[in-house]
């Protein structure tokens, strides 16, 4: 990570005194955080990028689900046109509407509501008057401190210490990493890659309150066609393919896709949540397919915003790539015990 642009430096300083001034509000209680009656478990992230905060929200839904719980995500719907009232996601949703990672969240985890609402507090009631949910995952939820919760999980990527970082916008923090005393738990990411910072480990150790921390990797898990691509589409490992994504991380998805046996000769990488037209889509199928590559290969999140009914010189498939977190039956019976923990209080 460079250092930061010195032109950048002045708006980073007042980024850090508003978002300082911020939680401190919260602290002294002068703000108010609102309660809801079933616990509040957040993920987010302290930097801006692909730290695997969405894996990880598809990972805690499925084993709340094995545990016999309802979960209910609640998401801003970052980028999407609904969200100002409380609207639940339909599975074929469209990315324009609910925004792509609440799509991607509907289309995986089938049975567990995914709900946008810009205010998170008035989502929630509006889903306690319709469902039953044993309890709220709060996507993207560290920094929106409106809404009180019993557990705060927090995404690092082991790749880029927060503590060599600077705040937005000469950086990507989010916040003060001192925020991280609010944290329960933090998942260091793509651990298969990095070992976790010395310096960032340092510093948790110093907190007032320090978090519990653990190691998660990306691992893919199977390649498939794209929604829009008949079934009977098959892949293949032989041959060359080409890369398309708009994601935080494209190098880490190149890795998953080397790691999964695909060699790789074309590449195309736009800005995390970019959409990417039908004619672009077309436009890099023509030019993968004229250096001898027999298909696209993209990501679950990018799929979201693929353009219907369009015909590309060769199939575009999807690579699925699971986070897996070490000690991870440690993680949930923590997270279990909090659940009932506050469900007795």
Known sequence: MQGPDWLLSPLSRLYGF???????LYEKQILTVRHVPVPVISIGNLAVGGTGKTPCVMWLAQRLVEQGMKPIIISRGYRGRLGKQPTRV?????FADYGDEPCLLARSLAGVPVVISHDRVKGAQWCLQRFS??????????????????IDIVMLDSRYPFSGDCLLPAGRLRESPTGLERADFIIYSHCDESD????????????????IIFKSFHKPIRLRPIW???ISTQPSNSGTVGLVSAIGSPAAFRKSAEEFGLSVAYEKHFADHEVVTSDEWMHMAKQARDIGCTMLVTTAKDESR????????????VLDIALTIENDDDLMKRILDLVKTNEKA
């Not at 339909?90 to 469209?94: A, T, V």
């Not at 693929?306 to 498939?317: E, G, K, R």
């Open 18 to 24: 508003l978002t300082g001034y911020r939680n401190a």
């Open 90 to 94: 339909p599975p074929d949703g469209s």
């Open 133 to 150: 949910p044993s309890c709220f995952l709060l996507d993207d939820g560290f920094q929106h401190r409106r809404i009180s919760r019993i």
């Open 196 to 211: 976790l910072p010395t310096q960032d480990l340092a510093y948790l150790s110093g907190l007032k309150v320090s978090p």
């Open 228 to 230: 829009t691509f008949s």
């Open 306 to 317: 693929f353009p219907a009914a369009i015909t590309t010189d060769i199939p575009v498939f």
